[in-house]
């Protein structure tokens, strides 16, 4: 993301392909490297273990992937982003939008309902599939297939959901969007956070303990996360290929604790940007 090369990244600890659990030394399965570059703050994956097709991973039923709340018709979905997206752009009237990773299309069809022209890109068949027959997605405007052979210079909105940190490389993939964006276009993501205080607590633990093992990350099972981000990691990105920061917030999130302790530690996951949720606007420059 920041363009640093490789004497500025640390060894952070491995990451086992399931559930770590307590004692990761003790339970058997393939382990990859995680590291951060200390320029950005960016946690990646090193190696980066690779699949064939997309399909290896998504190309599974939509019912197994997402929980069964997911496909519970909710009409606050995607409300707060759509207001954030007016504040952030009042002047632009029926925005161009484009969702990338479409899943079942609940986004697709918050924006159509609030006076979007929205088109959408959806990698996995199962997926798109269940956009066009319970979302009741025009097919027209959802493209199965990878980010590509999009047109230049024509979309004012681009929301990126919970898509970049499965990608292999996401500073050209955030490239590629840039071209598809108008100037002065703005591009929604919500990525995991690298300073996750949770995920933080827990390493210190197996630290502790003598674990060379880390809780960050997923690249070797679902939800196959290969990266976490900064702020700093897309303020750097940005000054490479001209975009700023317009706005973010971090989400706490669930803490994976025992429900008594939420109560004191949500708070301070919120007053010390530690939650596990990043939500960044970048504006494309000029
Ligand atoms: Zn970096």
């Known amino acids: 993301m920041c363009g640093s090369n490789c004497d500025l990244f640390s060894l952070m600890g491995s990451r086992l392909n399931n559930s770590q659990g307590f004692r990761p030394s003790k339970k058997i399965g393939v382990s990859t490297t995680v590291m951060k570059c200390e320029n950005c703050g960016l946690i990646f994956s090193n190696p980066m273990p690779k699949i064939d097709t997309l399909g290896d991973h998504y190309d599974v039923p939509a019912i197994d992937y997402w929980n069964k709340l997911y496909f519970k018709k909710n009409s606050g979905y ?21 969702d990338i990773g479409a899943g ?11 006076g979007f022209e929205v088109s959408g890109i959806e990698p996995s068949p199962s997926f798109a599939k269940k956009a066009i027959e319970i979302n009741l997605i025009d097919p027209d405007h959802l493209k199965i297939c990878s980010v590509e052979e999009v047109p230049e210079d ?28 108008k100037p002065s276009g703005l591009v ?8 996750w205080l949770v995920g933080k607590l827990v390493n210190l633990t197996y630290k502790l303990i003598g674990q060379r ?13 290969l990266y976490e981000f900064t702020l700093e990691s897309f303020k750097k990105n940005g000054e490479r290929f001209n975009y700023e920061i317009a706005d973010h917030k971090f989400y706490v999130g669930d803490t994976f604790l025992p429900i008594p302790l939420d109560w004191f530690i949500k708070p301070i996951m919120q007053g010390t940007k530690s939650g596990m949720q990043l939500a960044v606007w970048l504006r494309k420059g000029k």
């Open 78 to 98: 995607f409300e707060e982003q759509i207001d954030w997206y007016r504040n952030l752009s009042p002047n632009i009237k029926c925005a161009k939008a484009l």
């Open 154 to 181: 024509y979309f004012d909105f681009v929301t990126f959901g919970a898509v970049l940190e499965h990608l292999y490389d996401p500073s050209s993939s955030i490239q590629k969007v840039m071209k598809w964006l």
């Open 188 to 195: 929604h993501l919500e990525v995991p956070s690298a300073s």
């Open 213 to 225: 093992y880390v809780t960050n990350l997923s690249p070797m099972h679902p939800p196959y996360h």
């Open 104 to 114: 079942i299309g609940k986004c697709m069809k918050a924006l159509s309902n609030a």
